[in-house]
């Protein structure tokens, strides 16, 4: 870092002040619209959802379904989440039979309310308290698209500039190195 802080130094070489000049101004352009992409990609993400839950409301259901035996632990996550066949009727009168999240104090024969799509399919819709989290991911991962570009850039402008001076580095030595060389 020292060696990109603006200075006087008489070896500093064009390409030098030009890549500090370009850090400086990638470093800005991050720290600056980082959080107008954070706020953006919230927003979006937070209508995006809303109109989800709109569409889920509008096209999905609420029904009785009846499970056909006890709870069992669904290995996902032990004695956390628990799972049972139940048994509905969908909205064409097919009887459908499908595994289903229950409380663990559940037990066969009684009715669960689940959420199915208009063909009687089972659906996990999106609850309200899920947006906040959906939020915050779309706002971290703009944050980091910026910074991936920024950074991006910074090493493509680092790599154009690192042949300039090898260019110039090569156009230098071969004028210096006749004279170094006493060999003839």
Not at 44 to 58: F, L, V
Not at 70 to 81: A, E, F, K, R, V
Not at 150 to 171: E, F, K, Q, S
Request: proline share 6%; glycine share 4%.
């Amino acid at each position: 870092m020292r060696g990109m802080l603006p200075d006087r130094n008489p070896l500093r070489r064009r390409t030098d002040r030009v890549e500090t000049i370009v850090f400086a101004v990638l470093l800005a352009v991050v720290c600056t619209a980082g959080p107008f992409a954070a706020v953006s990609a919230s927003n979006w993400e937070h209508n995006a959802s809303e109109r989800e839950i709109r569409t889920q409301q509008a096209t999905s259901r609420q029904v009785k379904a009846t499970l056909i035996e006890d709870p069992q632990d669904s290995g996902t996550y032990p004695m956390l989440i628990f799972e049972a066949d139940a048994r509905w009727t969908a909205p064409d009168g097919q009887r459908i039979t499908a595994a289903v999240q229950v409380p663990a104090s559940a037990k066969a024969g009684s009715v669960i309310r689940i959420w199915t799509n208009p063909s009687g399919q089972l659906i996990s819709p999106l609850r309200g308290t899920q947006i906040p989290a959906r939020e915050r991911f779309a706002a971290t991962t703009a944050v980091l698209c910026l910074a991936t570009i920024a950074v991006a850039a910074a090493l493509a402008v680092r790599r154009t500039l690192n042949r300039h001076r090898m260019d110039a580095w090569g156009i230098d030595w071969s004028a210096t190195e006749p004279r170094w060389n006493t060999r003839r």
